[in-house]
Antibody
């Protein structure tokens, strides 16, 4: 069974940093493209970032509002996806989901809550 | 960036009825790269449809997708109690950013 488990969500002050992790099991991690999608409280879904497999070049893309502040990475030896979030803003408050798929998102984790507030 | 507009915002129907949800794009979506997701309260989204009309693994055949260009539809032929949820369309054209519609809430009448 494919499983994605996010962790690392927390309450952080504006300007602070946080690193999210997503541990995967039941998939050939090295070959999958992975994405982060977020959902602000009571709002819709927003694609945040994507990382391709190393075999496909490992290319990374971000949505405009997080460029220069967020960094996505993967450790294929640990079957884990990361999202390093710096210079956090109140508008980054959301549930962050890890998903498989670099464009359409077929498997989703349960999400981890990030709250940016003073 | 492609903007997706879903309508209606809320759809009130009874179990057994047919649901038709619309998704309109601000520009033509290349290669029919349009997907649909279902989300229930407190849960992660569930992948339903990709490539406009292909059902994801395990999705019942009462769910169907259609459309092309800028106009797309998700149809649920006979609503089951578990189908009442929020539905999102999403485009994944040639390159990021990949955008979602604002969602349609399907509620029990």
């Amino acid at each position: 069974e494919v499983q994605l488990v996010e962790s690392g969500g927390d309450l952080v002050k504006p300007g602070g940093s946080l690193r999210l992790s997503c541990a995967a099991s039941g998939i050939t991690f090295t070959s999958v493209w992975l994405s982060w999608v977020r959902q602000a409280p009571g709002k819709g879904l927003e694609w945040v970032a994507r990382i391709k497999s190393k075999a496909d070049g490992g290319t990374i893309d971000y949505v405009e509002p997080v460029k220069g502040r967020f960094t996505v990475s993967r450790d294929d030896s640990k079957n884990t996806l990361y999202l390093q979030m710096n210079s956090l803003k109140t508008e980054d408050t959301a549930v962050y989901y890890c998903t498989t798929g670099g464009s359409a998102f077929n498997i989703w984790g349960h999400g981890t809550m990030v709250t940016v507030s003073s | 960036e492609i903007v997706l507009t879903q309508s209606p915002g809320t759809l009130s129907l009874s179990p057994g009825e047919r649901a038709t949800l619309s998704c309109r794009a601000s520009q033509s979506i290349s290669n029919n790269y349009l997907a649909w997701y279902q989300q229930k309260p407190g849960q992660a989204p569930r992948f339903l449809i990709y490539g406009v009309s292909s059902r994801a693994t395990g999705i019942p055949d009462r769910f169907s997708g259609s459309g092309s260009g800028t106009d797309f539809t998700l149809t649920i032929s006979r609503l089951e109690p578990e189908d009442f949820a929020v539905y999102y369309c999403q485009q994944y054209g040639n390159s990021p950013p990949y955008t979602f519609g604002q969602g349609t809430k399907l509620e029990i009448k």
